[in-house]
């Protein structure tokens, strides 16, 4: 189960950080009064790269309640013989999340898609795993 928890952890860690380029991105485009001060009634727009990096950051925060609500119940339920393939996804989750990072924010066409996919089709394994093995309801 440490594995689960590990890239539990990662995956965490990635959301609250992908939000560091877009903010450097914006003290460096607004100036720093600007910055420090609130947000500006006219600010300049961000380079198309800061754009997308904020979008990264957002779809990140929307998809993590998804992993966490099948990684939850997988604790709950798995036995020790089901955490390496849990794990195995949860680890598929967070390195095609850094690639999509990654791949969005630079504008690689072709990839942000598949990437995002990928992280989408381990939270459905995650999910498609823990249902096998729990109980039916009464």
């Known amino acids: 189960m440490e594995g689960v928890y590990f890239y539990l952890i990662l995956s965490g860690l990635l959301t609250i950080s992908l939000w560091v380029p877009y903010i450097i991105a914006r003290l460096f485009t607004w100036g720093l009064p600007a910055f420090l001060h609130s947000y500006p009634n006219n600010p300049p727009e961000l380079p198309a790269w800061a754009q997308r990096s904020q979008r990264v950051h957002l779809?990140?925060?929307?998809?993590?309640?998804?992993?966490l609500a099948v990684i939850i119940p997988a604790l709950a339920l798995m036995p020790s013989s089901m955490a390496d393939t849990v794990a195995f996804w949860v680890q598929v989750f967070f390195y095609a999340r850094v690639t999509h990072a990654i791949v969005f924010t630079l504008a690689i066409p072709y990839l942000r898609t598949s990437t995002y996919l990928v992280s989408w089709f381990a939270i459905v394994m995650i999910a498609v795993h823990t249902l096998?093995?729990?109980p039916l309801p009464a």
């Open 59 to 67: 779809n990140m925060v929307e998809t993590l309640p998804a992993l």
């Open 132 to 134: 096998r093995i729990m």
